[in-house]
């Protein structure tokens, strides 16, 4: 299914009404270039979840876990090169008890489960959208393709298209 957002806003709410429909075990892989607002997403999920701590790009640190009940694990696969990076994380072993969300984990971190919501957010390009870097922070509409792999992510995608 696709979703557009908006603006920032907007990509915040549509994560927070995620958060309504995951549960510890859930695995969200989210895609999209530099700026996309995958952070911008996981704030929002954050926010329904409840959990505490500021929602910040992970690039540097690689994973964030924010308490909650259950715990968010946010990873930003950018830097992890190979599938033994992807195991040195150990996300497995969190991924049951945890909702866990990763940016640029496609084809790194496909492996953690068979069960994905998978987010691919694109912005429109286009005269008045902009094409210098600056110009991704500014407001403009972002436009998400949601899709579920397995049974639980694939019933939760109907639920939001419902
Ligand atoms: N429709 C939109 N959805 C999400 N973010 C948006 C939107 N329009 C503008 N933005 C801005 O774009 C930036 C997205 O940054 P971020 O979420 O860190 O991207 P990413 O994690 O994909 O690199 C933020 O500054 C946000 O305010
Ligand atoms: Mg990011």
């Known amino acids: 299914m696709e979703l557009v957002a908006r603006d920032a806003d907007d990509m915040r709410a549509i994560g927070k ?9 859930s695995l969200i892989m989210l895609s999209g270039p530099l700026g996309a607002g995958k952070t911008t997403f996981v704030q929002g999920l954050a926010d329904g979840l409840g959990v505490t701590g500021r929602v910040t ?25 190979n599938l033994d990076d992807v195991d040195a994380l150990d996300l497995d072993t969190s991924l049951d008890e945890s909702v866990t969300v990763i940016e640029w984990g496609k084809g790194k971190t496909d492996g953690l489960s068979d069960d994905r919501l998978e987010i691919d957010i694109v912005r429109s390009t286009g005269a008045d ?17 949601i899709r579920g792999t397995g049974v639980k992510s694939r019933a939760l995608v109907e639920k939001l298209g419902s």
Do not use: K, Q
């Open 17 to 25: 009404s995620i958060a309504a429909h995951v549960e510890a075990g």
């Open 57 to 81: 790009s992970p690039t540097f640190v690689i994973s964030h876990v924010h308490r909650g009940n259950p715990d968010l694990v946010h990873v930003d696969a950018y830097r992890l090169e």
């Open 129 to 145: 959208t902009g094409e210098e870097p600056e110009d991704l922070l500014d407001d403009s509409p972002r436009t998400l393709t």
